[in-house]
């Protein structure tokens, strides 16, 4: 019994539900330890001059510790300034289109009326996002290649002289932030139009009573109910702001020196530093990466939980 709250404690036994709900969660459970917890360790690697003298815990025994020195690399760098300026502004461009425009398509395909013609539009949205970088910087490359290409072919037709679009900076965040959105869309629509198929129908039923109109029902039924997954996706997003899709600034640009200025980000740049830099480098840059995308994604959370506190994560 509970002296300060008179309350008789109840104590609480095994069940077999139990050992069925964690049976099912040991598999993950597992994954995390091994693959997201025990590789913490290695962070040390980040405060250390890393060297290669044996097996991995006698290499990290056996470095030195150089304190702060592996992260000078990245800030007293001369191209720090737009190695930053590139990540976030790219980045926070990636989060509002690669929210609204996905809503706004899933609420299109979820006032379709033939259940074939919205399949068909979600596979056909769907299939970028499993083409590779790779595959795609060589669609990218028949398009805008100087000789072959087909935009130059385009241009030169309507009499206009050719453009190396590889060596024109001034177009590339356009080309970027298109091939991002065009890449990840189906992905995220998916998700929302997975929420969209959840919603009670009785609820629109209740609009169309009321006299609601298509639009009066998005606005007023779906969006509402779609609130919660919207707000878990922006600040999942957020946690990644300082992270970018290496292969979308590094192969589709081709690694273009004339592009430098607006297509460096910071993996970008420690992946050039690597011909030079050390390991330590590299886990450094990725472990301040890791410790501002955390306090990225707490900063979000405690924003949302002040304007609305049922739609935060924690």
């Given at each position: ?6 309350r008789?404690?109840?104590?609480t ?14 598999p993950t ?9 025990l590789p ?20 990290v ?11 000078e ?8 300034w737009i190695?930053i ?8 461009i990636?989060?509002?289109l690669?929210i609204?425009?996905p809503?706004?398509?899933a609420?299109?395909i ?8 919205g399949k068909?539009?979600q ?16 669609i ?7 000789d ?11 009499g206009?002289d050719p453009?190396?679009?590889y060596?024109?900076?001034?177009y590339?965040?356009?080309?970027l932030i298109?091939?991002?959105v ?8 998916v998700v929302?139009l997975?929420?969209?198929t ?5 609820y629109?039923e ?5 006299g609601?109109s298509?639009?009066q ?9 779609m609130k919660?997954?919207?707000v ?11 992270y970018?899709?290496f292969g979308l ?5 081709r690694d273009s020196?004339?592009?430098?200025d ?14 030079t ?5 590299a ?5 301040v990466q ?16 002040r304007?609305d506190?049922?739609?935060a994560?924690?």
């Amino acid at each position: 019994m509970d002296k300060k709250s008179g309350r008789v404690r109840q104590r609480t036994r095994w069940r077999t539900q139990d050992t069925e709900l964690t049976l099912l969660a040991l598999p993950t459970t597992i994954w995390y330890v091994l693959f997201c917890f025990l590789p913490m360790f290695g962070l040390v690697i980040a405060f250390k001059d890393f060297k290669i003298h044996g097996g991995f815990l006698s290499n990290v025994i056996r470095s030195e510790w150089t304190g702060l020195k592996n992260f000078e690399f990245l800030f007293k760098s001369n191209d720090a300034w737009i190695v930053i300026r590139n990540t976030l502004g790219y980045n926070m461009i990636f989060i509002v289109l690669g929210i609204a425009i996905p809503v706004v398509l899933a609420l299109m395909i979820g006032q379709l009326h033939s259940s074939k013609a919205g399949k068909l539009y979600q596979t056909l949205m769907f299939l970028p996002y499993f083409l590779s970088w790779v595959v795609v910087s060589a669609i990218v490359w028949s398009f805008l290649s100087f000789d072959k290409g087909i935009a130059n072919q385009l241009l030169t037709g309507l009499g206009v002289d050719p453009v190396n679009w590889y060596m024109e900076p001034k177009y590339w965040p356009y080309f970027l932030i298109f091939m991002n959105v065009w890449k990840g869309l189906g992905y995220g629509m998916v998700v929302y139009l997975a929420t969209i198929t959840g919603i009670d129908s009785t609820y629109y039923e209740a609009a169309v009573i009321d006299g609601a109109s298509k639009w009066q029902q998005a606005r007023y039924v779906t969006l509402p109910l779609m609130k919660l997954v919207i707000v878990m996706m922006f600040i999942l997003a957020v946690g990644r702001i300082f992270y970018t899709d290496f292969g979308l600034f590094f192969q589709v640009p081709r690694d273009s020196n004339s592009l430098f200025d607006v297509v460096t980000t910071i993996d970008v740049l420690v992946y050039k530093q690597l011909k030079t830099a050390t390991v330590g480098m590299a886990s450094a840059s990725a472990f301040v990466q890791s410790v501002m995308g955390c306090l990225t994604i707490l900063l979000a959370n405690w924003i949302v939980r002040r304007v609305d506190p049922d739609s935060a994560m924690m």
